[in-house]
Structures are given as structure tokens and as C-alpha cells.
């Protein structure tokens, strides 16, 4: 009985208590742990093309721990995933397989359990949503937040926007503008005050909705499918133009069928008017700035080790044998012996602006016209 009330007691009282009187007390080290932790961890500015990162380090205790650097993301929700909202990886495709059991990925392998998060890419229910908490998924590099449809209690995930918390509501606008703010605006579409009231962070819209020179990310090309652009971590686009028309009473009217917006890549791309698009920046923004610190963590993340070329086998990669020096003067190949550099084969010709017409290109259309004549 007397043990409980002798614990809050000065170490010195504690020891004359326990010579006298043969007590055996614990020590409290709880004080002490919490002092440690945040001698552990600091915050470090990184100077990166002018730019001001703020990481957290730790204290090199061990020596995983001396490069390892992570943004600082105290807001993530700590517990388990919605479960009804996700499905187990596991199988083949863990391991960079198809269905046959090839590689068709290398450097796949391995890591800790995971279970694949169902996000929602299409967006098409509207109404205001409540976002419950920000959680990190091991799927992606952006963050997700779950949300909450406070019309009938329906869950599910998107991805989160830079400066999302719990607690905001976003909506989205993709089945149409609302009956009670057509009417806040007196039955008439006003572009100016349409934005507003919907061009908010998190909002998902059509981007015929969204004004000119917005940062957008989750960004569609079709009407009726989901985002397909901009979806990882810190990446957004901007809108760039849109075929609209001014008429007599001022007003602008959407006249064509594409919105030309500028990617992450800085690609010029026309999509559909009535393709989605969120308000924001995928958050995560300082995660292309973290640093592993060990080999085992990105074992943990299902990463490999990749080897380079020189240091197979000749049989293995066309650059190796010998000494593990040289490639014998051939030209950066990869392990099917097609030419990695010189921009051969590199980008698809799909993601090339077609309608950007080069000299080149002019000067042979000439050439045509000539010889057919």
C-alpha cells in the first residue's frame, strides 16, 4: 500500500526510504524518454534550387539513422486504414509478375504486408463531403483523405490536397452546378461568382468550370473517366486556355470542346471540357526530398537492389565482362540491348504535342507537295 504513494517522490527521499525501510520502488523514466526523443528528433533546413525543405533527422545513434531524413508530417492519422475500403496485396504482382509468373518489372520483391487502398478517381458524387483524417498509403506518394458523404454516411478515399485537414468539407461538381446555388446567383451562370463559390481547395470540377491560370491536380481527359494526370506526390497543372467567346453583355461562353492545360512535364495538352480536375496540389510536396538512410528501408518498400551493368557477366548484359570497368566502348544499352540514351525510343509518340507543327516537319510537308506535282 505504501508503494503507490512513495512513486511520485524525489529520488532522494526514495533511496532513504528504500535503505530504512527495504522498499523496492521503480523509478519513473518517462520524463527522461520524452527528453531524449527530442534530442533525437530535429528539423533541418535544406537549401534546394532556392528553395527552403524543412526534413526531420534524428540523432545518429545508429548508423541507419545518420542520412535518414523525412518530411515532417505530424498531421497523418497513426491507426489502421478504413478496411471496407481496401483488399490485400499479394501474389504475383508483389513481386513484378504477370500472370504467367514473368518478370515484367524487375526490382520487385519482397517488403512488408500491404493492403491496397480503393481510391476514387471519377468523383461523381455531389454533395458535401466531411474529411475525416489524412492517412498515409503505402500504395502512392501523395497522401489520401478519407471522406465522409454527409447525405447518407458513405466513405471513401481521394487523394488529399496540399494543406488538407481533418475536419474540411470539400464537393464536387462533376454531375452538374446545385439547384441552390444556381439560385443564390439568380438562376444565371456567373463565371466570377461561380468560382467563388467552387473553386476551392479539394473541389473536384469540369474544367470548363475552373477560371484560367489555376493549379490543378487529379486532372481527366475524358468526360466519363477518372484522373489520370497529376496524381503522385507535389505534381499539379495549370490551366492555360480555354476556346471561350465574349458577348454582347460581357459575359464569356464556353464555345469549343478542349481546355489546354500545362502538365507537370511542362507538355501543352488539350482534353475534354467536361474532363475532372481538383483545386490544389497533390499533397505530399516534400516527399521527392526524403532520404531512405539504409539499404533496408527501400527493402521495405518492395525495392530490390539494382545492379549495373559493367559488373555482370557478359552473358547476363550487354556490357558485361572484363574487369567490371568498361563497357568495351559500345554505346548505354539495356539488358535487351535496345539504346537507352540519345533519346531513341525513350518517349512514346503518343505523349508528343501533334498539333505543335516544327520546321521540320513544314519543310517536309513541302517536299510532298513538290514531288506530287
Known sequence: MLQPQLRPLL?????????????NIARSYAARAKRR???????????????SVVLRTYKPRTPGLRHLKRPINDHLWKGRPYLPLTYPKKGHSKGGRNNSGVITVRHRGGG???????????????????????????GRSAHIALLTNQANGKKSYIVAADGMRAGDVVQSYRSG??????????????PGVLASK??????????????????????????????????????????V?????????????????????????????KISKDACATIGVASNIH????????????????????????????????????????????????????PTKSGYKTRRKRN??????????????KRRAKKSQ
Open 11 to 23: 529520488s532522494r527521499t526514495a533511496n532513504i526510504c528504500q535503505n530504512l525501510f527495504g522498499l
Open 37 to 51: 526523443e527530442k534530442e533525437e528528433n530535429a528539423t533541418a533546413v535544406v537549401r534546394v534550387e532556392n528553395e
Open 112 to 138: 512488408a504486408k500491404r493492403r491496397i487502398r480503393t481510391v476514387d478517381f471519377i468523383r461523381w458524387a455531389p454533395g458535401p463531403h466531411l474529411v475525416e483524417r489524412i492517412e498515409y498509403d503505402p
Open 177 to 190: 452546378i446545385p439547384k441552390d446555388l444556381l439560385d443564390s446567383m439568380g438562376g444565371v451562370v456567373d
Open 198 to 239: 467552387t473553386c476551392w481547395r479539394g473541389n473536384c470540377l469540369p474544367v470548363h468550370m475552373i477560371p484560367v491560370g489555376t493549379t490543378v491536380y487529379n486532372v481527366g481527359s475524358r468526360p466519363t473517366a477518372g484522373a489520370v494526370f497529376c496524381r503522385s506526390a507535389g505534381t499539379y497543372a495549370t490551366i
Open 241 to 269: 486556355s480555354k476556346e471561350e467567346e465574349t458577348r454582347e453583355d460581357g459575359t464569356r461562353v464556353m464555345t469549343g470542346k478542349f481546355v489546354t492545360v500545362r502538365l507537370q512535364s511542362g507538355e501543352i495538352r
Open 287 to 338: 516527399h521527392q526530398h526524403r532520404q531512405l538512410g539504409k539499404a533496408g528501408r527501400s527493402r521495405w518498400l518492395n525495392i530490390r537492389p539494382t545492379v549495373r551493368g559493367v559488373a555482370m557477366n557478359a552473358f547476363e548484359h550487354p556490357h558485361g565482362g572484363g574487369r567490371g570497368k568498361s563497357k568495351g566502348n559500345r554505346n548505354p544499352v539495356s539488358p535487351w540491348g535496345i
Open 352 to 365: 508528343v504535342n501533334k498539333w505543335v507543327v516544327t520546321p521540320r516537319v513544314r519543310n517536309m510537308g
